[in-house]
């Protein structure tokens, strides 16, 4: 028992949609008078699975349904699931952010959580002053957070904005500056929620590097939730899957992964436009205002007909139609591109090219972007796309690997015809010889 670092026994989450904190007095009554004779709520049972494509009316709602679990120490434990499995709430209930509805929780050691972008962060206070209130949320004395304070600057590489208001930060440069405190406030248990997303490149290995030296040579416990299945994949030493906020998977991270993709396969489409977008999308209110809304996206030959395979010498289209309720002074519209495996391919953004600056102010309205795929960029396989609208500090809608197409290979090997092709990206080349 003493290599326990948590002990997760029959864990629920019980939500009720629509307006919280209004019940009848009736509903009170029922609920005192099955208390006082030792039974449980009577609203438990009417709760429903937390299935977002459902159009069901439902009160009630299962966000974690009999989750148990044992996490030893020193473990590196990667949790996965779609959107609404109930990864974030897991970590919420291990982070003490909130309660079970039922089942018990006991950890051993001292947690440290970086659940949301900015959390503990005040928006006119300076990097400097921030770091100090950050670290007295995360339960660090000044002295320590002092000793410290070159040590998280330098990882965070904010030195050039410490005396700033993070106000004026990049939703990059938060992100870095947080993980710094939490990483360096020396936890028995880290507990990270997607934040990873968020940085850039260099980054991401940094925070791998550190969460790696922590469990290895510090022999803390680090738990992690990611959409990113190679972070996942050179961090963690197990995997659990969760669907529909119960545990399908726990075992070793390659099974988890296949398994996850799996879902992602079988549930991934072409095209999605109404309520099954919108069920799907992850969102992000800054400030409390939502600057936008999909419509639908889909993939489209060049014709424009939706469809879901291609010869790799096709065009292939990637068509968003959204709407602006507010204008938009800094627009960002991000596609990444994975293969089945859960590897990420190419990433771009129309921001890359500064002749396309001046679309990201955009009028109040509706709005249609068409991307495009050159023929002879794919080999044979399968691939998932990624979309991201963004207005930096405002309004972020994430929809993570809804949409895939398949691509049969074209080669030319004497008399053009179908080949194999080992690499599922095979860009067409400029080549020359002097």
Not at 8 to 14: A, Q, T
Not at 167 to 172: E, H, L, T
Request: aromatic share 8%; hydrophobic share 40%.
């Amino acid at each position: 028992m003493n290599d326990i670092a948590i002990k997760i026994e029959d864990v629920s989450k019980l939500y009720k949609l629509g307006l919280v904190g209004v019940n009848t007095l009736g509903e009170d009554l029922n609920r005192w008078w099955h208390r006082i004779r030792g039974k449980s709520n009577p609203y438990f049972d009417s709760g429903k699975t937390n299935d977002r494509t459902s159009r069901e009316a439902v009160e009630y709602v299962w966000g974690l349904k009999d989750v148990s679990l044992t996490v030893k120490k020193g473990e590196v434990v990667g949790i996965i699931g779609k959107n609404g499995a109930g990864k974030s709430t897991l970590l919420k209930i291990l982070s003490r952010v909130t309660n079970p509805t039922k089942g018990s929780i006991k950890v051993r050691g001292k947690i440290s959580s970086l659940l949301e972008v900015g959390t503990g962060f005040h928006p006119d206070l300076t990097g400097r002053e921030n770091i100090f209130l950050n670290a007295a949320i995360l339960g660090m004395k000044k002295a320590e957070v002092l000793s410290k304070l070159d040590e998280i600057v330098d990882f965070a590489g904010v030195g050039m904005y410490l005396d700033t208001p993070v106000k004026r930060y990049s939703s990059g440069m938060y992100v870095r500056l947080a993980f710094a405190v939490a990483a360096h406030l020396e936890p028995d248990i880290l507990v990270v929620d997607e934040v990873l997303a968020v940085g850039d490149a260099e980054f991401q290995q940094k925070a791998i590097g550190r969460m790696q030296s922590a469990t290895q040579q510090e022999g803390r416990t680090v738990l992690v939730v990611s959409h990113n299945m190679t972070s996942i994949r050179k961090l963690c030493s197990r995997g659990i899957v969760l669907t529909k906020g119960e545990v399908s998977f726990d075992g070793d991270t390659e099974t988890a992964i296949s398994k996850y993709l799996g879902q992602n396969s079988s549930d991934s489409s072409y095209s999605l436009d109404g309520e099954m977008l919108k069920t799907q999308a992850e969102e992000n209110l800054f400030i409390n205002k939502r600057f936008l809304s999909a419509n639908s996206i889909r993939i489209t030959d060049t014709s424009g007909k939706t469809k879901g395979e291609f010869r790799s010498d096709e065009d292939i289209f990637l068509e968003i139609d959204f709407r602006v309720h507010e204008e938009i002074t800094d627009f960002r519209l991000l596609v990444v591109v994975n293969d089945k495996e859960g590897n990420e391919l190419a990433a771009s953004c129309f921001t890359d090219d500064p002749q396309m600056s001046h679309m990201r102010r955009l009028q109040i309205g509706d709005h249609k972007w068409r991307c495009k795929f050159n023929k002879d960029t794919f080999g044979g396989n399968q691939f998932f796309l990624s979309v991201f609208l963004t207005f930096p500090y405002s309004h972020h809608i994430a929809f993570r690997n809804l949409l895939s197409f398949k691509v049969s290979f074209i080669g030319f090997n004497g008399i053009t015809k179908l080949v194999n092709a080992g690499s599922p990206f095979r860009p067409q080349l400029e080549w020359s010889q002097s």
